[in-house]
């Protein structure tokens, strides 16, 4: 008799877990959080004190809502992904909560101010498509009645168009959004512009091979029946200590080791991580700056920081023969601290390269980097935690993808 509200409970729990996984639970929870402390911010003014202001910080706002809506775009960018399946919460095959027709008209607006036309057709016609559905048609005439959202829908849509070098059916899309509602600021943007002819907009180029890549999530080189590459047991150091290894390259060198780190390490790595995370940045011109291309929340953890993390060093330094002393002879750097990074809704690092590039380095920049060290050798990647979809490392020139 008592158990059944604990079971009622645990599963409320696992279903709660399931929607804040899948992309759309994530956005429609970051949305609501962002909506219902807005009321609170808008009582508080532009100055409230610091220890309110800190509490604040770390709730979800308007930018986290805008944030997520490019995460569905960079999603359905990489992954070749169809409006119509993300607002039915339908990703490969993975299934979700739906997004309404508002959330469609945003995603839409978003796409068009980035300049991805293609993406913005495919949310505002959703939009349209579940805005149609849901209210009734509403002439100029009936100024009593609330004034239909397909006019600024089709008007978009028709801005759209134009800047795709399509006036004709701009000029259809307005025709029918002025006897909507001539009053709307995107059907009176597109009248201007049937007029003035902006320029037309180049669509943002994905690389082919990374898209590929991406889409297939694994994916070993063409050459696997090379005898090298294989499973075995990589011996270190001590005779007992053995590390499992899949060679998946050997040129460049891609291998899987298993094993390397428990459950109890992992949690106990990002509970320790999660108070530090900060965007990530990137360097350029000797500079840190934020990019569109790395978009994850990141924290470096040293070796004397926490004791788990000096044992998981050393544990590198014994499965890939190199040292990892953070600093040696107490000055140059063997090893950068650990990055603990989470990559979040729709969060990516595009294509770069890991060691520096020398041909773009300025003399003091070399200089600084010889003394910390040298350029960097290998990246070694641990996955903290899995995923439901995606998250593979890809190499774009070796025609290699490798899943978490």
Same mark, same amino acid.
């Given at each position: 008799?008592?158990?059944?509200?604990?079971?009622?409970?645990?599963?409320? @729990?696992?279903?709660?877990?399931?929607?804040?996984?899948?992309?759309?639970?994530?956005?429609?929870?970051?949305?609501?959080?962002?909506?219902?402390?807005?009321?609170?911010?808008?009582?508080?003014?532009?100055?409230?004190?610091?220890?309110?202001?800190?509490?604040?910080?770390?709730?979800?706002?308007?930018?986290? *809502?805008?944030?997520?809506?490019?995460?569905?775009?960079?999603?359905?960018?990489?992954?070749?992904?169809?409006?119509?399946?993300?607002?039915?919460?339908?990703?490969?095959?993975?299934?979700?909560?739906? &997004?309404?027709?508002?959330?469609?008209?945003?995603?839409?607006?978003?796409?068009?101010?980035?300049?991805?036309?293609?993406?913005?057709?495919?949310?505002?016609?959703?939009?349209?498509?579940?805005?149609?559905?849901?209210?009734?048609?509403?002439?100029?005439?009936?100024?009593?009645?609330?004034?239909?959202?397909?006019?600024?829908?089709?008007?978009?849509?028709?801005?759209?168009?134009?800047?795709?070098?399509?006036? @004709?059916?701009?000029?259809?899309?307005?025709?029918?959004?002025?006897?909507?509602?001539?009053?709307?600021?995107? *059907?009176?943007?597109?009248?201007?512009?049937?007029?003035?002819?902006?320029? &037309?907009?180049?669509?943002?180029?994905?690389?082919?091979?990374?898209?590929? &890549?991406?889409?297939?999530?694994?994916?070993?080189?063409?050459?696997?029946?090379?005898?090298?590459?294989?499973?075995?047991?990589?011996?270190?150091?001590?005779?007992?200590?053995?590390?499992?290894?899949?060679?998946?390259?050997?040129?460049?060198?891609?291998?899987?080791?298993?094993?390397?780190?428990?459950?109890?390490?992992?949690?106990?790595?990002?509970?320790?991580?999660?108070?530090?995370?900060?965007?990530?940045? *990137?360097?350029?011109?000797?500079?840190?700056?934020?990019?569109?291309?790395?978009?994850?929340?990141?924290?470096? *953890?040293?070796?004397?920081?926490?004791?788990?993390?000096?044992? &998981?060093?050393?544990?590198?330094?014994?499965?890939?023969?190199? =040292? %990892?002393?953070?600093?040696?002879?107490?000055?140059?750097?063997?090893?950068?601290?650990?990055?603990?990074?989470?990559?979040?809704?729709?969060?990516?690092?595009?294509?770069?390269?890991?060691?520096?590039?020398?041909?773009?380095? =300025?003399?003091?920049?070399?200089?600084?980097?010889?003394?910390?060290?040298?350029?960097?050798?290998?990246?070694?990647?641990?996955?903290?935690?899995?995923?439901?979809?995606?998250?593979? %490392?890809?190499? %774009?020139?070796?025609?290699?993808?490798?899943?978490?």
């Amino acid at each position: 008799h008592h158990r059944i509200p604990i079971v009622k409970e645990l599963q409320n @729990d696992v279903h709660l877990q399931a929607y804040l996984k899948h992309p759309n639970g994530i956005y429609l929870s970051i949305k609501q959080f962002a909506n219902e402390y807005q009321s609170l911010r808008s009582t508080l003014g532009s100055e409230p004190s610091p220890a309110i202001k800190a509490q604040l910080s770390s709730i979800a706002d308007e930018s986290d *809502v805008v944030g997520a809506r490019l995460s569905f775009l960079r999603l359905q960018r990489v992954y070749n992904l169809n409006a119509s399946e993300m607002v039915r919460g339908n990703y490969l095959g993975w299934l979700g909560p739906e &997004l309404d027709e508002a959330d469609a008209w945003k995603i839409g607006e978003t796409a068009f101010t980035e300049g991805d036309l293609d993406l913005t057709i495919q949310w505002l016609y959703e939009a349209l498509a579940m805005t149609r559905k849901s209210e009734p048609p509403i002439g100029v005439g009936n100024f009593e009645e609330p004034v239909s959202e397909t006019g600024r829908i089709l008007a978009l849509i028709g801005r759209s168009y134009l800047r795709q070098g399509l006036p @004709d059916k701009a000029n259809d899309m307005y025709t029918h959004a002025a006897y909507i509602d001539p009053r709307d600021g995107n *059907v009176i943007a597109l009248k201007r512009e049937l007029m003035d002819k902006p320029p &037309l907009t180049d669509q943002p180029i994905t690389d082919v091979n990374f898209q590929k &890549l991406c889409l297939l999530q694994s994916k070993l080189p063409d050459n696997k029946f090379d005898p090298r590459l294989n499973c075995v047991y990589r011996q270190v150091i001590l005779p007992y200590y053995r590390f499992k290894q899949e060679l998946i390259s050997v040129s460049p060198y891609v291998a899987l080791f298993y094993d390397v780190i428990n459950d109890f390490e992992s949690q106990s790595i990002i509970n320790f991580s999660q108070e530090k995370l900060e965007r990530g940045y *990137v360097e350029f011109d000797g500079k840190a700056i934020k990019q569109d291309f790395r978009t994850s929340d990141l924290s470096f *953890v040293k070796d004397q920081e926490l004791s788990i993390i000096a044992k &998981l060093s050393k544990r590198v330094g014994a499965i890939t023969n190199l =040292s %990892t002393l953070e600093y040696v002879n107490g000055d140059s750097l063997s090893a950068e601290p650990f990055q603990v990074v989470n990559y979040g809704m729709g969060g990516h690092y595009s294509m770069h390269f890991d060691p520096l590039d020398a041909m773009t380095l =300025s003399r003091s920049d070399m200089i600084v980097q010889s003394s910390l060290g040298g350029n960097r050798l290998a990246t070694f990647l641990i996955y903290l935690s899995d995923v439901e979809r995606g998250g593979s %490392t890809v190499f %774009t020139k070796a025609d290699i993808a490798v899943r978490p």
